[in-house]
C-alpha cells in the first residue's frame, strides 16, 4: 500500500489515488507576496475539552491523538469558517532530519515538521466520514515546527511514543489540550485544499498559522523513531512523512493579518 518510500510515495500516490492530480491538492508553498488581505476573516475562536483525547496510535504513516467526536465538545469556529466544526484528530509530519519535514512552505522555508489538527463540519455532516466528500467538510489547523526550543507540552505526547513503536499499536492518552500545542499569535493564511495523504480528499479549509512553534532536535528525532512496520514485520523506521507542495492551480491564498 501507499507510504513515503520510492516505491509508493508522494510521487506514486495517483496511481491508486487520481485525486493526486486534482485541482485543490495540499500542501502548497505559500508565498507571502502573493497573499491577499481579507477584512472580512475573522479571528480563530476554539474551545478544547481537556478529555476530548482518547488514544494516540501508530497508523503507519504518522501517529495520531484521536478525540471522541460524539458530541461538540471541543470546537473550531470563526476565522475563515461558517459554523463550527467538531475536533477529530491531530497528528505531525516530519522529515528525515531537521532542514525539512514540514508540508507547507513559506517563501521557499522548509521547516522541521508540521502539526495537523482535524475537525469537520459537525452542524452540516453526520459525521467525519460524510463530511470528508465535502467541498466545506473539514477544517484543519496547520501549526509550523521548527527546530530550537525544547517544547513542553509536546514532551507529554513525545513520552508515550515508545509504547506505540509499531504500526497498529495504540494506547490511552487523554488529559491533554491541544491548543497547548498553539503558538502565541493565532494569525494565519487560509486556503482551500485537501487532505494530504490518501484518500487526498479535496475537502478541506487549510488554516495555516503564521507562527511557527518549537521543538528540539532530540524531540524530533523521537519522531523518526516510529516504526512504519508492524510487530513482528523487519523494523522499518517513519524517517518522513511529508508530502511536497502541490501545484496552486486557481486557488488563492488568503492572510488574516496586514
Ligand atoms: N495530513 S491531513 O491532511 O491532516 C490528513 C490526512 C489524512 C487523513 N485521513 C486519512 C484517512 N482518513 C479517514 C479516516 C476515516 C475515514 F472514515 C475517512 C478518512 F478519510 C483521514 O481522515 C486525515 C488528515
Ligand atoms: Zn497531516
Do not use: M
Not at 54 to 69: H, P, Q, R, T
Not at 88 to 99: I, Y
Not at 100 to 124: I, P, R
Amino acid at each position: 500500500s501507499w507510504g513515503y518510500q520510492d516505491h509508493n510515495g508522494p510521487e506514486v500516490w495517483h496511481e491508486l489515488f487520481p485525486l493526486a492530480n486534482g485541482d485543490r491538492q495540499s500542501p502548497i508553498a505559500i508565498k507571502s507576496s502573493e497573499v491577499k488581505y481579507d477584512p472580512f476573516l475573522r479571528p480563530l475562536s476554539f474551545s478544547y475539552d481537556l478529555t476530548s483525547p482518547k488514544v494516540i496510535l501508530n497508523c503507519g504513516y504518522a501517529f495520531s491523538i484521536e478525540c471522541d467526536d460524539t458530541e461538540d465538545r471541543s470546537v473550531l469556529r470563526a476565522g475563515p469558517l461558517k459554523g463550527s466544526y467538531r475536533l477529530r484528530q491531530l497528528h505531525f509530519h516530519w522529515g528525515p532530519t531537521d532542514d525539512y519535514g514540514s508540508e507547507h512552505t513559506v517563501d521557499g522555508l522548509e521547516f522541521a515538521a508540521e502539526l495537523h489538527v482535524v475537525h469537520w463540519n459537525s452542524e452540516k455532516y453526520p459525521c467525519f466520514v460524510d463530511a470528508a466528500q465535502q467541498p466545506d467538510g473539514l477544517a484543519i489547523v496547520g501549526v509550523l515546527v521548527k527546530a530550537g526550543e525544547h517544547n513542553s507540552p509536546l514532551q507529554k505526547v513525545i513520552n508515550v511514543l515508545d509504547v506505540i513503536k509499531t504500526k497498529g499499536s495504540q494506547v490511552a492518552f487523554t488529559n491533554f489540550d491541544p491548543s497547548s500545542l498553539f503558538p502565541e499569535s493565532l494569525d494565519y493564511w487560509t486556503y482551500h485544499g485537501s487532505l494530504t495523504v490518501p484518500p487526498l480528499l479535496e475537502s478541506v479549509i487549510w488554516i495555516v498559522l503564521r507562527q511557527p512553534i518549537t521543538a528540539s532536535s532530540e524531540q524530533l528525532a523521537t519522531f523518526r523513531s516510529l516504526l512504519c512496520s508492524a510487530k513482528g514485520e523487519p523494523a522499518c523506521c517513519l524517517l518522513s512523512n511529508c508530502r511536497p507542495p502541490q501545484p496552486l492551480r486557481n486557488r488563492h491564498v488568503r492572510a488574516f493579518f496586514h
